[in-house]
C-alpha cells in the first residue's frame, strides 16, 4: 500500500519509522517532511493546508491512505475536503471531521463538550472583546493562579498561567483588545487552575469503538525544574510511573469512555487519535484540553513502545473495525529528550550543521526541525532532534539517552538536564 504523511516534525518522523516497519508499507511519501523522513521515505514539498496540491499528489501516485500528523489541516477539513470529493472519497484519511478537530482548534468548543458530557475540568467560562470587564470582574471571584486560555490554535503558546490578578487583567486585555494571538484570541477561555501532577493519554478511534496507547508525560518549559517559558515539549516518559492500575482505571471509565460516547452522541465523525492532557488532582483525573492528533514529543515514546503493525490499526480504524484489532505494548520504558537551537522557544537561528547522529547506536534519533542542504542535516527550527532510548525503567532509558546526546554538536545546542526530574 502507498501511503502519504502528513507533517514535518518529530511526531511525523516517529510515525513514518512505525508505519515503515509494516510489510503493509511499500511505499511512503511524507509531505513536507523533514531530513529524518528523507533518509526513510520520499519527501515532497507540499504544504499540508494546501489540499488541492495534497488532492493532485494522491492521484498521481496512486495513494491509498493519507495519515495527518499537525493539527492545521484537521481543523481546517482536510477529512470533509477528501470525504466530499468523488475522485479521492474511497480514500481513507486517518484524523477527525473539521466539526471533530474543534475540540482542538477551540477551547470554548471543547470545554462545552466536557461539560455537557458530565466529563470532570476545571471550572471556567469564556469572553470576547466586548466582555472584557466582564472578564475581569470573574477573574476576581477566583484564586490565584489565573488560567487564560486563547480560543483558538496559537502554535501550543497561547496559554498563560498568572499569579498577580492585576497582572491577569492586564494579559485578559491584551489578548482580546490588543489581539495579543492574533485571530487565536479573539475569544479567551478562563478556568480555575487545577493543582497536580500532569500526564497525557492517547486513544485511537474508529468513532464507535476505541483503544487505548501507553501514557505519557511531557515537560513544555524550557528550563530546568520546569521554569522559564513554555515550548512544544522538552522530553517525554512512557509509560507514566504514578499511573497505576487505579487512576488508569479512573482515566478509561470517567473520562475516555464519556469522550467516545460523546462524539457517537453529538454525531461527530471521528476517525484517528483523540490526545487528553490530564491532571491528576489527589487521585482523581481531570480533564485540561483535547488534541485531536498526536503530541509531539510524546510520539516519540509512544510509537517504539507499540508493538502492533501500525498500518493495520489505520486500516481498521479506515473500515471501523477497530473492534477487531488487539494491542501489543512493548513492557519497557522509553524517553525521549529534545535537543533544541539556543534561544527557543523565542529568537533563534537556523541553518547550523549537525554532526554525530551517525555515531549513536543506543538510541533512536528523530528529527523535528531539520534539513537536508548540500547533503548535510542543518537545523532548521526551534526543536531539533528527539532523542529515544529504551529501558527497564525510566531512568535507565534516561540516562542512555544521555549518553547519547553527548555525541551530537551544533551550534548553540541546548537540552534540558533533568527530564524525569519529579517522578
Known amino acids: 500500500m502507498t501511503i502519504l504523511l502528513l507533517g514535518s516534525g518529530g511526531r511525523e518522523h516517529a510515525l513514518a519509522w512505525k508505519m515503515l516497519q509494516s510489510p503493509k508499507c511499500t511505499s511512503l511519501f511524507v509531505a513536507p517532511g523533514n531530513a529524518g523522513t528523507a533518509s526513510i521515505a520520499k519527501n515532497v514539498s507540499i504544504n499540508p493546508n494546501d489540499f488541492e496540491a495534497v488532492k493532485k499528489l ?7 491512505m493519507v495519515v495527518v500528523g499537525p493539527e492545521d489541516p484537521l481543523v481546517n477539513g482536510i477529512y470533509d475536503f477528501f470525504k466530499n470529493d468523488n475522485e479521492i472519497n474511497q480514500i481513507p484519511v486517518i484524523g477527525p471531521s473539521k466539526l471533530g478537530a474543534q475540540l482542538e482548534g477551540s477551547k470554548e468548543f471543547a470545554k462545552e463538550f466536557l461539560v455537557k458530557h458530565n466529563i470532570p475540568t476545571a471550572k471556567y467560562e469564556s469572553f470576547t472583546a466586548q466582555t472584557v470587564e466582564k472578564g475581569c470582574q470573574f477573574l476576581e471571584t477566583l484564586k490565584a493562579p489565573y488560567v487564560l486560555k486563547a480560543d483558538g490554535l496559537a502554535a501550543g503558546k497561547g496559554v498563560l498561567i498568572l499569579q498577580d490578578l492585576e497582572e491577569a487583567k492586564k494579559e485578559l486585555r491584551s489578548m482580546l483588545v490588543d489581539a495579543k494571538f492574533g485571530q487565536a484570541s479573539s475569544k479567551v477561555v478562563i478556568e480555575e487552575f487545577l493543582d497536580g501532577i500532569e500526564l497525557s493519554c492517547f486513544v485511537l478511534t474508529d ?36 499511573a497505576n492500575k487505579v487512576l ?39 480533564v485540561i484540553e483535547y488534541n485531536v492528533r498526536m503530541g509531539d514529543p510524546e510520539t516519540e515514546v509512544v510509537m517504539p513502545r507499540l508493538k502492533s503493525d501500525l498500518v493495520t490499526v489505520f486500516e481498521a480504524i479506515g473500515k471501523q473495525e477497530l473492534e477487531t484489532v488487539t494491542l501489543e505494548i512493548d513492557e519497557r520504558s522509553a524517553t525521549t529528550i529534545m535537543v533544541v537551537s539556543g534561544g527557543y522557544p523565542e529568537d533563534y537561528e537556523k541553518g547550523k550543521e549537525i554532526t554525530g547522529i551517525d555515531a549513536i547506536t543506543d538510541s533512536i534519533v528523530f528529527h523535528a526541525g531539520t534539513k537536508l542542504e548540500n547533503e548535510k542535516v542543518v537545523t532548521n527550527g526551534g526543536r531539533v532532534l528527539a532523542v529515544t532510548s ?34
Do not use: C, W
Open 248 to 286: 488508569l482505571d479512573k482515566i478509561e471509565h470517567s473520562i475516555v469512555k464519556p469522550t467516545i460516547d460523546g462524539l457517537q452522541k453529538d454525531n461527530i465523525e471521528y476517525k484517528g487519535f483523540v490526545f487528553i492532557g490530564l491532571i491528576n488532582v489527589n487521585g482523581e483525573p481531570m
Open 58 to 64: 494522491v492521484l498521481a501516485e496512486k495513494i491509498e
Open 390 to 423: 529504551y529501558g527497564n525503567s525510566f531512568d535507565e532509558a534516561i540516562k542512555k539517552s544521555y549518553q547519547s546526546i553527548a555525541k551530537l554538536q551544533f551550534d548553540k545546542m541546548y537540552y534540558r538536564k533533568d527530564i524525569g526530574f519529579d517522578l
Open 207 to 242: 468513532g464507535k469503538s476505541y483503544k487505548i496507547l501507553p501514557t505519557a508525560k511531557d515537560y513544555k518549559r524550557i528550563g530546568e525544574g520546569d521554569t522559564g517559558l513554555n515550548t512544544g515539549g522538552m522530553g517525554a516518559v512512557s509509560p507514566v510511573p504514578f
